[in-house]
């Protein structure tokens, strides 16, 4: 890693575990002006934040084949809006058999992802399992808002038909993820692991403190999707190159050619809101979170060799171990 793409991970890296930090500061001053249960609010901040999000697996195809050949990349590219296509038409027709499906795949992508960004990130060989990381990292944000207290309330503003999806097992889930959690921060606390373990705090706190669109939606747009656009820019020389001037220029690199698919993405879901008859802005938020979940299957599967890659690979150089930078670093790059 170069000291430019260095500083694009630790930039990022502070940004959305400040975002998260953020959105709770919020929430709870919400709260304390009694509009903590007022739903627009939520949908529209929930819309916008996933909307901040959808760039960051649009370069898929380059990232995964850069080698392809332009009539075999236009094959490979049909290929992934099929299956997100088939993906759309299986959620909306078997509801809560396909949020089942995604809650599992995404708890699963997004703690490996984190797991693989931190990794990428280290200068030095951790103690700690990657596991011990990922586990928590990927159901706090995923399982804690779908069966907290709230739960109910946020999925009857998204899709009624999504309410009791856990057939009577939420106090399990909730609990099993609690305590990975409390688990996780522990061992990373005793491994002097201490900004690691700040992260997991944050997830807690978001997801714990903030209603459930709020939670998934801040931590999908302001964290995973930033997390993965910095990874990236080690992927894409122009990105690398420009990230050697400026971190943020760089990290912007990585983002621009992603910005079709947002577009696409919003007048997609524009669509088939109104093919189906629904409304602003909750059916909207459901189509939007639909397509966000579709596209999420073909971008776990290709994004899964770069991950695979990060979280295995022993070699001397700076992607190969998990642990975070030392708090003297980070804090001397990031000025």
């Known amino acids: 890693m170069t000291p430019g793409t260095a500083?694009?991970?630790?930039?990022v890296r502070t940004v959305s575990t400040v975002a998260a930090l953020f959105a709770v500061a919020v929430s709870m001053t919400a709260s304390l002006f009694g509009a903590a249960?007022?739903?627009q609010w939520q949908v529209w901040l929930a819309v916008a934040a996933l909307a901040v999000g959808i760039p960051h697996g649009a370069m898929d195809h380059l990232v995964t084949v850069p080698s392809m050949q332009p009539a075999r990349m236009a094959l490979f590219i049909l290929g992934y809006l099929a299956v997100t296509a088939l993906v759309v038409v299986a959620i909306l027709q078997w509801n809560v058999i396909g949020f089942i499906a995604v809650v599992v795949m995404s708890a699963v992508h997004f703690g490996v992802g984190d797991a693989a960004f931190l990794r990428q990130l280290s200068t030095q060989r951790s103690r700690v399992p990657w596991f011990v990381y990922a586990l928590p990292a990927g159901a706090l944000p995923v399982v804690v808002p779908l069966t907290s207290?709230?739960?109910?309330?946020?999925l009857t503003l998204v899709n009624p038909g999504l309410v009791a999806w856990d057939q009577g097992t939420a106090p399990l889930l909730l609990g099993a993820t609690l305590v990975a959690g409390v688990v996780g921060v522990v061992?990373?606390?005793?491994a002097r692991q201490y900004r690691d373990a700040v992260d997991l705090i944050a997830l807690g706190l978001l997801a714990l403190l903030t209603p459930p669109l709020v939670a998934f939606a801040v931590y999908f747009g302001l964290w995973h999707a930033q997390r993965h656009t910095a990874r990236l820019v080690l992927e894409l020389p122009g990105a690398t190159a420009r990230a050697e001037h400026s971190a943020a220029a760089g990290f912007v690199k990585a983002v621009l050619p992603g910005l079709p698919a947002l577009i696409g993405t919003l007048v997609i879901a524009?669509?088939?809101t109104w093919w189906t008859g629904g409304s602003l802005p909750n059916d909207y938020l459901w189509i939007v979170l639909v397509v966000i979940w579709a596209l999420t299957v073909p971008h776990m599967a290709l994004t899964w060799r770069l991950d695979r890659q990060a979280l295995t690979d022993d070699s001397a150089s700076s992607q190969s171990s998990f642990s975070t930078v030392s708090a003297s670093s980070s804090s001397s790059s990031d000025t």
């Open 7 to 11: 500083r694009v991970f630790r930039r």
């Open 37 to 39: 249960g007022t739903a």
């Open 149 to 154: 207290a709230q739960a109910d309330a946020a």
């Open 187 to 190: 061992w990373l606390v005793i």
């Open 270 to 272: 524009g669509g088939l």
